[in-house]
C-alpha cells in the first residue's frame, strides 16, 4: 500500500474583500463639514437638534463628541472630559454640548448630551430609567446623574419639556475591540433602553468606536474600514446584540493620542454625523 497523499496547505482566506463593501467620500471633507454646517432644522421652534449618547463605560461616548467638534474645528479638543485611567464611568452631570465651528461664535444647529456609562452593577453607572427620562427631555440641564433614579419630585425633574428639550436620535456607542466581551448585563440594559426608544418613535444608531484597536489592517490604513472582513463582523455582531440594522451602524476612530486631527478620521467622524443628524430631522419631520 503506497503512502498516503498529502493534503495540499489550505491558505487562510484574505482578511478583506477585494472592494469596499460601502462608498466613502475619502478627500471630501470640506463638502461634508459645509453640508453640516449649512443643516437646516425642519421645525422652525426648534433652534438645535438634540442628540443622546449612551453605552457601556469607557466606550468612547465623550471621546465621540470631542472628536466631532474636533473635525469642524480643525485641531484637537476636549470639551467633554474623558477619564483614561479608572475604567468607571466619568461623566456626572447631564449637560449639553455644543459643536462650534473654527469660529467659536458660530453654533451649529445640532446638540450632543452625554450621559454617565452603562454598567452590570445597578449600584453603578447610568440608570436606565434615567436615559430615557432623557430622551423624553424630563431631565434639566446640569442634573447630577448618579445610579439612582431621578424622581418626579426632584428639582432636576422636567414636568413640561418643550420640543426643544426632547431627544431626536439616541446614539448607542460601542467599542469594537470590546463588542465580543460586553457584559451581558449591560446588554440588557441597552435592550430595555432600546425597546422605550422605539415606544416613542425615537430612530436609533450605532457608532461603533476604536476600529483602529479591532483590525490590524484599519490600524495601518483607515480607509481600508470598508474592505475589512473584521469590521464588518465587528457591525454585525452589534447589529445582532441589538437589533440596529447594518445601515445604522457606522464605524470610527475617535480622536485620543492624536495631537492633529486627520482628513480620513474626520470624514469618517463626518460621514457618520450626516447620518445621525438627517435621521434625527426625519424624525422632527414625522412630528409636525
Same mark, same amino acid.
Do not use: M
Given at each position: 500500500m503506497g503512502a498516503a497523499e498529502s493534503k495540499p496547505i489550505e491558505e487562510p482566506p484574505p482578511p478583506q474583500y477585494d472592494q469596499p463593501?460601502?462608498?466613502t467620500p475619502w478627500g471630501k471633507r470640506e463638502n461634508l463639514r459645509k453640508d453640516l454646517k449649512g443643516f437646516q432644522v425642519s421645525n422652525p421652534n426648534i433652534k438645535h437638534v438634540r442628540i443622546l449618547l449612551a453605552g457601556e463605560v469607557g466606550a468612547g461616548k465623550s471621546s465621540f463628541i470631542n472628536s466631532i467638534n474636533s473635525a469642524f474645528q480643525g485641531r484637537i479638543t476636549g470639551d467633554?472630559?474623558?477619564?483614561? #485611567?479608572s475604567g468607571t464611568t466619568f461623566t456626572k452631570t447631564y449637560r449639553t454640548y455644543y459643536i462650534r465651528g473654527e469660529e467659536h461664535t458660530d453654533i451649529l444647529p445640532f446638540v450632543f448630551n452625554d450621559f454617565m456609562g452603562l454598567e452590570a452593577q445597578d449600584s453603578r453607572g447610568a440608570? #436606565?430609567?434615567?436615559?430615557v427620562k432623557a430622551l423624553q427631555g424630563l431631565l434639566k440641564e446640569g442634573c447630577k446623574l448618579t445610579p439612582s433614579p431621578v424622581s418626579g419630585e426632584d428639582t432636576a425633574y422636567r414636568s413640561d419639556p418643550s420640543l426643544q428639550d426632547q431627544t431626536y436620535c439616541l446614539v448607542y456607542i460601542m467599542a469594537a475591540d470590546n463588542v465580543s466581551r460586553m457584559n451581558p448585563d449591560v446588554i440588557k440594559k441597552m435592550k430595555n433602553i432600546r425597546a422605550s426608544a422605539s415606544e416613542l418613535d425615537i430612530p436609533q444608531v450605532v457608532i461603533m468606536t476604536r476600529v483602529d484597536e479591532a483590525c490590524p489592517l484599519v490600524n495601518k490604513h483607515l480607509r481600508r474600514v470598508y474592505t475589512s472582513k473584521k469590521i464588518k463582523e465587528k457591525m454585525q455582531e452589534c447589529s445582532n446584540l441589538l437589533g440596529v440594522p447594518m445601515n445604522y451602524i457606522f464605524p470610527v476612530k475617535n480622536y485620543h493620542e492624536e495631537i492633529d486631527t486627520d482628513d480620513d478620521t474626520d470624514v469618517l467622524i463626518l460621514r457618520a454625523l450626516t447620518q445621525i443628524v438627517q435621521t434625527a430631522n426625519d424624525k422632527l419631520v414625522r412630528s409636525l
Open positions: 463593501w460601502r462608498s467633554a472630559l474623558v477619564d483614561a #485611567t440608570h #436606565t430609567e434615567d436615559i
